[in-house]
């Protein structure tokens, strides 16, 4: 199984930042990508950006230009920069991997932190 732990989330003001972090744990071969996605009250969960494991990224389309993902392959941690935040932002913010484990190999599997949440004042 593979463990994902999410920390950063809060309460900020518009125009503000924030960072969070996601460190995978657990009996890993190898994670093929990572990535965030949110979910606000009544709408349906959406891709906020993803990484591969060659760096490639992915954002989506509100948050270009704002949100910056990044990965630690060492540590089995995603990061993912928010600037500029706006009260649209507002939500509950998962970490996603595409993972393999050592029973699982070659197959990959997704799986989903808790959650964290981000609350932006206007």
């Known amino acids: 199984q593979v463990q994902l732990v999410e920390s950063g989330g809060g309460l900020v003001q518009a125009g503000g930042s924030l960072r969070l972090s996601c460190a995978a744990s657990?009996?890993?071969?190898?994670?093929?990508?990572m990535g965030w996605y949110r979910q606000a009250p009544g709408k349906q969960r959406e891709l906020v950006a993803a990484?591969?494991?060659?760096?490639?990224?992915k954002y989506g389309d509100s948050v270009k230009g704002r949100f910056t993902i990044s990965r630690d392959n060492a540590k089995n941690t995603v990061y993912l920069q928010m600037n500029s935040l706006k009260p649209e932002d507002t939500a509950v913010y998962y970490c996603?991997?595409?993972?393999?484990?050592?029973?699982?190999?070659?197959?990959?599997?997704?799986?989903w932190g808790q959650g964290t949440q981000v609350t932006v004042s206007s």
């Open positions: 996603n991997a595409f993972a393999s484990t050592r029973s699982t190999w070659p197959g990959s599997h997704d799986y």
């Open positions: 990484i591969g494991s060659g760096s490639s990224t």
């Open positions: 657990g009996s890993i071969f190898s994670i093929n990508a």
